[in-house]
Structures are given as C-alpha cells and as structure tokens.
C-alpha cells in the first residue's frame, strides 16, 4: 500500500514575470501534495502555468521570472526542507539526487559534443562519487532499463546520431542516475511519434512502481495524464481549477473547463 505520507507539499506557489505591460503571474498562489510513491498529473493548456510550476519547484525559473512566494516543502522522514529557502550549493544536491526533472526537448537537455555515456557518467560520479569503471557500468545499466538497444554501442555515441526517441530515453536515464525520489516530467513525449510516446510512457510508470518513486507529470494532454496519474490537479490561468484522484476528476469535474 502507498504510504500517505507527503514526500512534497507546494503551498502557496507564486511565480511572477515582469514585462513591460506589468506583472504576470504565471503561477497565482496554488498548493498541492505529492504523496511518495505516487503520481500526480498536472494539465492544462499552453500558457496555463504547469510548466512554470514544474520548474519553480527546482528553482530553474530564469529572468524576468521570480518566484514571489509560498514555500515548497520536501520532506526526509520527519524533517522537511523549504526548498525556496535553500542556499544555491544545498540546492544543487537537492536537483538530480532527490528530485529530477526531464523536459520537453531532449536536444536541449544534451550536450551535442559529449559521447551519451560521458554524459550520463558525468552525473553519477558527480553526485554518487563513483570512479569511471563504475560510473560507465553504471551508464551501460541505465541504457539497458530504458530500453535501449545495443546499450553498449550507444555508450560511444553522439546525441546526433540517435532518433528522438532514443535521446528521449537517454534523458530520463539521465533524470533516473541517482535513483530521485521525485521525478518531474514536463511534457516529456510532446515531440515524439505517437507509438514512441506509449513506450515512453510505459518505461516511466514501470520504473515509477517498481521504485516506489513519485512522480509529477506535466502534460496539455487529459488522456495521456489519466493513464499515468493518481492524482490530477488542473491548471487555468496560473491556478488550479480543479483537484483531486483521477477517477473523481474525470467522472465528476467540478467545473465544465
């Protein structure tokens, strides 16, 4: 059985950008839990806030955003840390080890001119401490339960010479090297082919259940969340218009938006 326990509580989330016709605010005051283990689904429309909350969590908002207010709490056993609080080198731990994240292209989050094993190595042994023997079999493991084919080739290659959905795959092997607790996916399958994105989204609750990791999925798309979340709060205008299990959300909505 799911522990209830909350792994993170938003309360209050406020993200503001200042433009030259004044003050947008992106995320407009919203809190809600992420029990560990469990999967929470985000949806709304382009430009409704979910990706902004998604990235305000980890702090990666970039200017003109700031994040105005409220706190975002993650909690250790019986302790819990306000990330919003935390001093920039605390922070850095906190991304990758305890909560990771995997964006909408996989070409941004790569680096064109590191072979895919230096890339996922560089993250292990950086954070775990690992020598380059174990970190590289650590890679080759993380290729392998993502579903890639000839791990060991790929190891040596570029970004450039895999298709989307393999660089796809390397990302969240990338996202998934320390073993998160949490993991934020924004969007994750939006420029993939339709049968890519039901592998990708198999291979992450597959790797969700079996790890007991919890999850916060981002995605414009209602069907898509349903077949992944336990939870979805839906976003509108910078605030969530509608919360609660996924049965109850989808049978009974509150509102007709």
Do not use: W
């Amino acid at each position: 059985p799911m522990s209830i326990k909350p792994l993170l509580q938003v309360r209050g989330l406020q993200t503001q950008f200042q433009t030259e016709h004044g003050t947008v605010r992106a995320v407009d005051g919203i809190s809600f839990d992420v029990p560990a283990g469990s999967v929470l689904g985000i949806v709304g429309e382009s430009g409704c806030g979910k990706s902004v909350t998604a990235l305000s969590i980890l702090r990666l908002v970039a200017p003109p955003g700031r994040i105005a207010g409220g706190q975002v709490l993650l909690h250790h056993g019986d302790a819990a840390r306000d990330l919003l609080a935390l001093e920039p080198a605390a922070m850095d731990e906190v991304r990758g080890v305890d909560i990771s994240m995997i964006f909408q292209d996989p070409m941004t989050s790569l680096n064109p001119v590191l072979r895919i094993g230096e890339q996922i190595a560089e993250v292990v042994r950086h954070h775990l401490g690992m020598d380059r023997a174990t970190a590289r079999a650590r890679a080759l493991e993380l290729l392998s339960a993502v579903g890639i084919p000839m791990p060991e080739r790929r190891l040596d290659e570029y970004p450039h010479q895999l298709s989307g959905g393999l660089r796809q795959r390397v990302v969240i092997a990338i996202a998934l090297a320390c073993r998160p607790r949490l993991l934020i996916a924004d969007e994750p399958t939006t420029a993939l082919d339709v049968s890519i994105q039901a592998q990708i989204l198999r291979l992450l609750k597959r790797y969700q259940r079996e790890n007991e990791m919890a999850m916060i999925f981002v995605s414009h798309d209602l069907g898509t969340v349903a077949g992944i979340a336990d939870d979805i709060a839906v976003m509108y205008a910078g605030r969530i218009v509608e919360y609660g299990p996924v049965g109850q959300v989808l049978n009974a909505p509150r509102m007709p938006y």
